[in-house]
């Protein structure tokens, strides 16, 4: 068996500079690399309605801003199979059989299980020797690693792209996978995930320097942003308090401007933005002793987020002015989904002998049992 990617977002809002550095824009380049027998991407409609049981209009109109997210930026349905996970019932009953592997306390365990859960506040009131269930936390969000460990394993996957933050998340899938192996037989393959190369990728931090780009943090660059809005969300970027004046030395370490041009500058964007400057390095230099001032530094981080998002722009326009045929992507991508998870669940219960109209033996077996019975 070759090497099968499974990745996806949950559709709770445009997707935006934070998606693309942690895992669309290495899709891409994976997608284009051929080293890839398939590549399954999937809108995460069901997980997303684990803290948005109460509002599934969000999830159900965000669908297509992800999907026009996706095609804006460069995956191809005629390269990547592109579908929406509450279209795979398969995935639902895996994540029941799963369920039995798993244990609450190690649930609780996990460090992304316990960011999520205190990011959403469901653990504000929390209280020495109260248990999370107390707190309101619903059932289907608590287990969503379980979930999750349904979903790529039912495409066999052997790679996921994602950020350090989903580590915990790919590590609790293989224990699942190890456990159902070792009592089951030998039917599910254990992923291994692929973090971005640029380390300041891993996670990007917020336009306000919050430790990571949130929706509900309201400190996001967004794929779909316009040129002014790009312009605006810049100049309003958290630098350095402390470089009050132009000729003051500024620091470079925590001030966003500069570890988003770690993540997105080139070198071939300075003889073409900013020509005074042969190189990052040289542009850092000066910033620390001083004699250069964030609006030139700000001014040059526009013109590269432009420039590299002017594609992405055009080309969700185009799709928004084809929406039903963005319908029919998924549509068809979600057929195919589904056949390939059929398999896996197939697979899944003849291991665990669950497959009882299937399994001749047994009913020979049982047949003659009965046969001979007095």
Do not use: W
């Not at 707190?135 to 495409?155: E, L």
């Amino acid at each position: 068996m070759g090497k099968i990617i499974l990745t996806g977002d949950r559709p709770t809002g445009r997707l935006h500079l934070g998606h693309y550095v942690g895992s669309l824009r290495r899709r891409v380049e994976l997608q284009e690399s051929g080293e890839f027998e398939r590549i399954f991407i999937m809108i995460a409609d069901a997980q997303a309605l684990t803290d948005n049981a109460d509002n599934p209009e969000k999830v159900r109109q965000n669908i297509i801003e992800v999907a026009l997210d996706y095609l804006s930026v460069g995956l191809d349905p005629n390269k990547s199979t592109l579908f929406i996970q509450s279209q795979i019932p398969e995935l639902c009953e895996l994540a029941f059989y799963y369920m039995n592997l798993v244990t609450v306390q190690r649930l609780q365990r996990n460090p992304t299980v316990k960011a999520e859960i205190q990011l959403r506040g469901f653990a504000e009131n929390n209280t020495e020797g109260d248990t999370q269930q107390r707190q309101g936390i619903p059932v289907g969000f608590f287990t969503y690693p379980i979930s999750q460990a349904a979903d790529i394993t039912a495409f066999k996957a052997t790679t996921v792209p994602a950020g350090e933050d989903q580590e915990p998340m790919i590590e609790q899938t293989r224990e699942i996978v190890h456990k159902f192996n070792t009592v089951y037989g030998p039917a599910l393959v254990e992923p291994e995930i692929l973090l971005p190369e640029n380390a300041v990728c891993m996670r990007l931090p917020g336009t306000d320097g919050k430790a990571k780009m949130s929706k509900s943090l309201c400190n996001c660059i967004y794929l779909s942003d316009s040129a002014d809005e790009i312009k605006k969300k810049v100049m309003g970027m958290y630098t350095d308090p402390d470089h009050l004046r132009v000729e003051d030395p500024g620091k470079v370490e925590g001030n966003m401007v500069f570890t988003y041009l770690d993540a997105f500058s080139r070198p071939e964007h300075f003889p073409k933005y900013l020509p005074d400057y042969p190189s990052l390095e040289e542009l850092k230099a000066h910033y620390r002793r001083g004699g250069l001032g964030d609006v030139k530094v700000k001014k040059f981080l526009i013109a590269v987020l432009n420039e590299m998002l002017e594609p992405f722009r055009e080309r969700r326009k185009y799709y928004e002015g084809r929406i039903g045929e963005v319908y029919e992507i998924l549509r068809a991508g979600s057929e195919a989904a589904r056949e390939v998870a059929a398999e896996t669940l197939a697979d899944v219960k003849r291991a665990m002998k669950i497959d009882y109209f299937d399994d001749k033996e047994l009913i020979a077996s049982q047949a003659e049992h009965f046969a001979h019975k007095e």
